[in-house]
């Protein structure tokens, strides 16, 4: 017993300490052809080795990204979710998993004499993706008003919220993922409802509040790729993208023949 106490004592005092970060390896993460800018950064994740490969360890990795930094614009408190789906050579490709608006934007929006509106619809777009979208919006005092709130009926709230959750699932139902994120980038569904709730009760501050993604299509790489704007493909052991059987590829120019 003293003989194998003595014998762990000298193993553990020969373990070497090995940086965890000499295992590791960095990526860049490359955001939908939807926005301007479209390096977003860089993520980390062990070297393949053996069974453990480093795509399978990115792939469903979920980035959130202020759309002021994804656009170089000045709406901040617009927060989007995109998640990898495919990972290429040293390249992380994402698509769209949701979107949000920051904790500060919605407290400065709750006030005191108005009415808060909130509505939310399940609705399927053409490419086969299930979003639950949810909105709001303010009620507001017309012009000359003299009293100090501006509350709504009930009678009128259930009105506003119908028509609400009818554009959204108009808006939704009728266009593509791809086309649905151009819509919620510069908040164009908020302001169509905003002017069609005109006729019942004056709105403000009418936004798109929150979009999840509940179900999607099965994974298509081309259709992935169409989405960052690039030719679709199969990659290799290494990584690199090759031609897929049937395929046509562009040959390279070559410089000198």
Known sequence: KQWYQRRVAITAGKKKLID????K???????????TVRDI???????????KIAADALKGRVYECALADLNDDENAFRKFKLVCEDVQG??????????DLTRDKLCSLVRKWQTLIEAHV?????DGYLLRVF???FTKRVSKQIKKAAYAKSSQVRAIRKKMVDIMAKEASTEDLK???NKLIPDSIGKDIEKECMDIYPLHDVHIRKVKVLKKPKFDASKLMDLHGEMGGTTDESGE??????????PIIQESV
């Open 241 to 250: 993208i090759v031609a897929a059987p049937g395929e046509f590829v562009e």
């Open 41 to 51: 950064g860089k993520t980390l994740v062990t070297r393949t080795t053996g069974m």
């Open 135 to 137: 909105c709001m919006g």
């Open 20 to 23: 965890p970060f000499t295992k």
């Open 122 to 126: 399940d609705v399927k777009t053409t």
């Open 25 to 35: 390896e960095w990526y860049d993460v490359k955001a939908p052809s939807m926005f």
């Open 179 to 181: 086309s649905f994120v």
């Open 90 to 99: 040293k390249y992380c490709y994402t698509n769209f998993h949701g979107m």
